[in-house]
Every structure is written in structure tokens, then in C-alpha cells.
């Protein structure tokens, strides 16, 4: 079931002439042409002419790499050069679940999904639009304005080492984004909206993916912002797609959910220590690069219990104990799993973690769904 500074790097274009470019900051429709240029990547000087050094981590693709790992868009891949494979990649399906998940639960939160062919196919198309194209548009995209740092922290990754063109890359983020919206706007006319919310709903989640990625505004410059903007496009707005798709979106469901959005930042976080080195280079201010790794790991893990524990304080309020009860009782294993990674070491253990502890705070945002339901 979401901004990163000035160009950096050159781009290296594989023509005749073997001629030098600056990479273009923006994303520009002129970029559609059908010329296949491939270019590499390499980090330059930063703003206070300090050097960069690429270093390729310890998960660099290599021939023993994974090809399962490749096909999800995670470290220890398999250096690959099917392009659909490669175009998969960019897309990240490990990052689709939360999204999909995000649409079950509030087709669960509006109390009126029934397990009817009908009921289940709007379903299945709304998961379509949250998942592979618009989170696969948002994934791309972020590659591609990535492009200079992931020069430095993972140039192995498709875009900086050149297996992909400039214009492949350009393409794909268009197609997905215009399909999320068309599936998006067939979802209303399906659903008998007069007003076009879910069409609403994709195209202002998408234009926070873009001002998350790009200049000028390029929101992730800031930890707290970008964190949080990231948050609730994973955790809020595909919510919101599930409920408007069979109910109403009510205010206090609006709330409730960006409030559960603040442990998504927590989720984000995890993800920056693995890139702390590269945004301490651009001068980017994560949350691990402004208050250091330790203060982090400790922000990181209370931004997600701290959340959880504040839903389940309303769920009890509301009269919903056994709810509240269930809340804490998948809070449990998560913190048990906080302790051994990501307050342990979170740049070694930070995809263990996630695969360790989401699945409890996914399952949270179901037991909240069901509660609000009823």
C-alpha cells in the first residue's frame, strides 16, 4: 500500500562523440524523445569543494548476487540486463505491500466492502493504482533524482551504473503516472462518484512524490518533512483510497490516519542510515546525518511506538478495549525486534528489521480499521 539539492554529478553519454552533459536538475518533457542514451555517474565536488569518494557498500551486485533480490529492488541483488527485469527494479515491489495493505484496510474502515466479484475487482484495480504504478512511479521517479547520490552509496544501482537510458527511465515514470490516474479516474466513475476523489487522491499523491524528489522544493532535504511526507503516502493515502472507493472519508479518519503516518516517518528513518554517508555529502539533513546514528536509532523507534501507543490510547477512549488490547499486544513483538536491530547496529540490520517488525505494525493498521468500522 513521498525533495534532494543541487546537480552534483555529470553524466557520461555513450555517443560517438563520447560528449560531456550536466545532468538537467528537472524533469522535462523533452526528455521523451526516442534517443537511447546510456550514461554512467560519477560524484563531484560538493559546495565546499570537499572530495567524494564512490564507495560501492557490501551488498554490490556481483554473480552471486540474487536474482529474487534484483526482481524486488533490494540490496543483494544480481546485476542484471533484461530491461524488463531492470525496469521492474526501479519500481521496488518489496515497497508495494504497505500500500496495497493500506487499501484493505480501509476498504475495511468503511464498513461497506462485501465479498461480492464486484466489491473484490474495484478492490484488487484500487490495490493496481497504490501499488505497481503510482508506487512504482514514486520509486522511479526517486531513483532518478537519486541518481548523484546513489553515485555514491549504491552505484551499482541500475540508473548511476548506466544499464538503463536516461530516456527509458523518463518514459516509465510517465507511463505509471498516467496509468495510476486513469485507473484512478475509471475507479470513480465505477464507484458512482460525483465528485472525483480517488483521481483527487492520486494526483495530489503524486504530486507529493514529486516535490518529495524534486528540485526546487525536494522535501526529503529536510528529515522531518520529507519523513513524514513519505509517511502518509504510504500509510494515509491509500487508506484514504479504500475508504472513498466503498464509503465516505470522514474528517476524524483523516486524522486518525496521519497520526499513524508519524510512525511511518519512524519506518523512513530506518531506511536513511543505509544512506547517511551520501546525504552527510550533500549536504542533506536526515535525521541519522542532523542528530547523529545514536540519537536517531532512538527517534526512529520512538516515533513508531509512541504512535502506536497514542491509537491505542483512543481506541480505549472510544470504548473499543479489546481493539486497544490487540494494538498493544502487536506493539510487543516490535519492540522486541527494535531491541535487537535497530538499536543494536541500524545500518546492518535495517532490512531484517523491516522484514521482522512491519508485519506487526501492518497488522495494527488493520486491527484500527476493523475498530473504526464498527
Not at 559546495?47 to 551486485?61: C, G, R, Y
Not at 556481483?62 to 540486463?81: R, V
Not at 501492518?362 to 484500527?368: E, F, K
Request: net charge neutral.
Amino acid at each position: 500500500m513521498a525533495a534532494l539539492i543541487h546537480t552534483l554529478a555529470a553524466i557520461k553519454l555513450s555517443s560517438p562523440g563520447n560528449t560531456q552533459f550536466r545532468a538537467r536538475p528537472y524533469l522535462s518533457p523533452a526528455s521523451t524523445s526516442f534517443t537511447r542514451r546510456r550514461f554512467t555517474i560519477k560524484a563531484a565536488d560538493t559546495d565546499t569543494n570537499e572530495e567524494v569518494k564512490a564507495q560501492a557498500p557490501d551488498k554490490a551486485p556481483s554473480k552471486e548476487g540474487s536474482s529474487f533480490n534484483q526482481l524486488l529492488g533490494i540490496k543483494g541483488a544480481s546485476q542484471e540486463t533484461n530491461i524488463w527485469k531492470i525496469r521492474l527494479q526501479l519500481t521496488k515491489p518489496v515497497t508495494w505491500p504497505p500500500l496495497i495493505w493500506g487499501v484493505v484496510c480501509g476498504a475495511a474502515a468503511s464498513g461497506n466492502f462485501h465479498w461480492t466479484p464486484e466489491d473484490v475487482a474495484k478492490s484488487i484495480l484500487c490495490m493496481i493504482m497504490s501499488g505497481p504504478c503510482l508506487t512504482g512511479y514514486t520509486q522511479t521517479l526517486n531513483d532518478w533524482y537519486d541518481r548523484e547520490i546513489d553515485a555514491i552509496n549504491e552505484p551499482y544501482r541500475p540508473i548511476p551504473s548506466g544499464v538503463i537510458s536516461e530516456n527509458e527511465v523518463i518514459s516509465q515514470i510517465w507511463l505509471l503516472f498516467l496509468a495510476g490516474l486513469a485507473i484512478a479516474g475509471g475507479l470513480d466513475v465505477w464507484a458512482g462518484h460525483t465528485f472525483p476523489t480517488l483521481f483527487y487522491l492520486a494526483l495530489g499523491g503524486s504530486f507529493i512524490s514529486y516535490i518529495y524528489s524534486a528540485p526546487p522544493l525536494k522535501l526529503k532535504q529536510n528529515g522531518w518533512i520529507g519523513n513524514f511526507a513519505l509517511g502518509s503516502s504510504y500509510i494515509s493515502l491509500p487508506w484514504w483510497a479504500g475508504q472513498a472507493l466503498f464509503g465516505t472519508l470522514t474528517p476524524d479518519i483523516v486524522v486518525l490516519t496521519l497520526l499513524y503516518s508519524i510512525a511511518g516517518l519512524g519506518i523512513a528513518i530506518v531506511n536513511d542510515f543505509k544512506s547517511i554517508e551520501g546525504d552527510r555529502a550533500m549536504g542533506l539533513q536526515s535525521i541519522p546525518v542532523a542528530f547523529g546514528i545514536e540519537a536517531a536509532k532512538w527517534i526512529c523507534v520512538g516515533a513508531i511506538d509512541i504512535t502506536q501507543l497514542s491509537v491505542a490510547g483512543y481506541l480505549l477512549g472510544a470504548g473499543k478495549p479489546y481493539y486497544a488490547l490487540a494494538l498493544l499486544g502487536l506493539l510487543l513483538p516490535q519492540v522486541y525486534f527494535q531491541t535487537q536491530y535497530v538499536l543494536t547496529d541500524p545500518i546492518k540490520y535495517d532490512v531484517k528489521y523491516q522484514a521482522s517488525a512491519q508485519p506487526f505494525l501492518i497488522l495494527g493498521l488493520l486491527v484500527t480499521a476493523l475498530a473504526t468500522s464498527h
